[in-house]
């Protein structure tokens, strides 16, 4: 079985694309040079065999397209909101790229468009078309304070919560803090996938990775609740699957 050769995954011979990082993968005709699908058996341009020819892996993931405040991933033409907070362009919702260790929160396939996916940190890390990236606990930080510099009433938490009844209005820790989407990052409360696969916390908290490691088995993320509008950072197993918000590259 062949293996990309950008993340070392094993690839089948129908795959177009690598599912674990989205590198265009083909063959390299022998003979003529043709690229050729991974699953063809001769050489459409010159008849050369499949016994000849020789693996070969275009490094270049299809760039998305932008058009106004939206973004499409060319590799599953999934489109998403965009904007623009302070100097950053953010995804205004969660990232749905199907690969490897990412989840829909209780295989409930209805949740996909409304919260996106649920990801390890390794396929988070890898998940980003190009031109953008999974946000760093820097891209965080400076999304706090461009919202705390705008003076509004609510904590940074409160600006980020959507707005809309998807948050619990009463739970085990209280009343509920209403969020405001002051900036339109409109978070949603779609919960996590233990490391044990467990689905917990879907309309009580938030969970978004962040690239950075604490150490070889942790990463940080931020994490927003329904109780409070508080927007902490915090750190977690690597294998347990959060939230996935994209930051377009500077």
Known sequence: ??????????VGPDNVYCSQCGNTLLKICYHCGSKIPLNANFC???????????????????VPVEEGNTLTDMRDEQRYNTVKIGNQVWLAENFRFKMPNSYIYGANENLLDIYGRLYTWES?????????????????????????????????????KSSSDVWK??????????????????AKPFGSRTSAGVF????????????????????YYRHLSYFTGAFQELSSKKDCAFSVRLVKNP
């Open 1 to 10: 079985m062949p293996r990309c050769p950008r993340c070392g995954a094993e």
């Open 44 to 62: 459409n341009n010159c008849g050369t065999r499949y016994e000849k020819f020789e693996p070969k892996f275009d490094y270049k993931i299809p």
């Open 124 to 160: 988070a890390c890898k998940c980003a078309p190009p031109g953008w990236h999974l946000a760093t606990r820097r891209d965080f930080n400076e999304l706090g304070l461009y919202c705390k510099s705008l003076n509004l009433k609510g904590r940074v938490g409160t600006m980020l």
């Open 169 to 186: 209005t009463q739970g085990v820790f209280g009343p509920g803090v209403p969020g405001t989407d002051d900036v339109g990052f409109a």
């Open 200 to 219: 917990n916390y879907m309309g009580s908290f938030a969970y978004f990775w962040c690239a950075d490691e604490e150490n070889e088995s942790r990463a």
